[in-house]
């Protein structure tokens, strides 16, 4: 069965300062996807981010990057430029095949404050 | 982002109430989902509509009836609910509902089950 661990509940970091929040899962498929969604104080889910598991390039959107390790099951987002916008609870998330849909499996989550 | 909606965006419920959560995307998709998400639990998905077809139906208690009239709307119809069953329930569209896709969330409904 297919898993996705945060090991990380809170992470806190300064404003305009970096920050990498990690993910490792398990699965025993090749080829598949991967997500960072962010869920802020208004609750809404929001995709921050995807990786495609054949692409040997790690994923960018503007100051959001992922640092992904295929061998070691690992899928890292780095937040550059930190802002106070960026508080929320992140989510990593692996999208498992069942029967004609898709199941995203999530990780517990990780909360991110951003100190002014 | 407008794309899927959902109302309410509250309820507080008895555990002899009947109600109903709804959501709707604007996003020509095809494939819709509802999320329960509980504190300090992740998110499980509930079920699954492809083409107006539930595909998947997560072991959900019976108590919980979904419904898609077309592949626009979604409704998760709740009764004798519990008060275990206070949660944000999250509404999800993708595509096709193939594991390449990208699902698309809505504000969820806050429910509370007195």
């Known amino acids: 069965a297919q898993t996705v661990t945060q090991s990380q509940p809170e992470m806190s970091v300064q404003e305009a300062e970096t920050v990498t929040l990690s993910c490792t899962y398990d699965t025993s498929e090749s080829d598949y996807y991967l997500f960072w969604y962010k869920q802020p104080p208004s609750r809404q889910m929001i995709l921050v981010i995807r990786q495609e598991a054949y692409k040997q390039q790690n994923a960018t959107e503007n100051r959001f990057s992922v640092n992904f390790q295929k061998a070691a099951k690992s899928f890292s987002l780095k937040i550059s430029d930190s802002q106070l916008g960026d508080a929320a609870m992140y989510f990593c998330?692996?999208?498992?095949?069942?029967?004609?849909?898709?199941?995203?499996?999530f990780g517990q989550g990780t909360r991110l404050t951003i100190n002014p | 982002e407008t794309g899927v909606t959902q109302t309410p965006r509250h309820l507080v419920m008895g555990m002899t109430n009947k109600k109903s959560l709804k959501c709707e995307q604007h996003l020509g998709h095809n494939a819709m989902y509802w999320y329960k998400q509980s504190a300090k639990k992740p998110l499980e998905l509930m079920f699954v509509?492809?083409?107006?077809?539930?595909?998947e139906n997560n072991s959900v208690p019976s108590r919980f009836s979904p419904e898609c009239p077309n592949s626009s709307h979604l409704f998760l119809h709740l009764h004798t609910l519990q008060p275990e069953d206070s949660a944000l329930y999250l509404c999800?569209?993708?595509?096709?509902?193939?594991?390449?896709?990208?699902?698309?969330f809505g504000p969820g409904t806050r429910l509370t089950v007195l």
């Open positions: 999800a569209s993708s595509q096709t509902g193939q594991y390449t896709d990208t699902q698309y």
């Open positions: 998330a692996f999208p498992h095949a069942i029967q004609g849909a898709q199941k995203l499996v």
């Open positions: 509509y492809n083409f107006k077809e539930q595909t």
